[in-house]
Nanobody, 118 residues
Framework: QVQLVESGGGLVQAGGSLRLSCAAS????????MGWYRQAPGKQRELVAT???????NYVDSVKGRFTIARDNAKNTVYLQMSRLKSEDTAVYYC????????????WGQGTQVTVSS
């Protein structure tokens, strides 16, 4: 069974940085696109960033230039480096293993809280 476990969230002041980690088990992630989503209170969940198996990345406009998604296939782990954090980045952040041509399922982690104080 695929499990994704996020860590690294917490409370940080505006302008600060955090690095989120997502450790996968039950699946080798190297062949999959991985993603980070977030959900702020009272808002819909939104896609923050994705990274393909080839290492191509994509970001929502609001985090471009501030967030970096990366993967370490040897550690079966995906990261989200967040810098110059803003209060509007406050949300629960979720890691995903995205669907593929051979597996239509999307797997989600349990989420990690990021709170940015202004």
């Amino acid at each position: 069974q695929v499990q994704l476990v996020e860590s690294g969230g917490g409370l940080v002041q505006a302008g600060g940085s955090l690095r989120l980690s997502c450790a996968a088990s039950g699946s080798i992630i190297s062949s999959y696109t991985m993603g980070w989503y977030r959900q702020a209170p009272g808002k819909q969940r939104e896609l923050v960033a994705t990274i393909t198996s080839a290492g191509s990345t994509n970001y929502v406009d609001s985090v471009k230039g501030r967030f970096t998604i990366a993967r370490d296939n040897a550690k079966n782990t995906v990261y989200l480096q967040m810098s110059r954090l803003k209060s509007e980045d406050t949300a629960v952040y979720y890691c995903t293993r995205e669907r593929s041509s051979w597996d239509s399922r999307v797997y989600w982690g349990q989420g990690t809280q990021v709170t940015v104080s202004s």
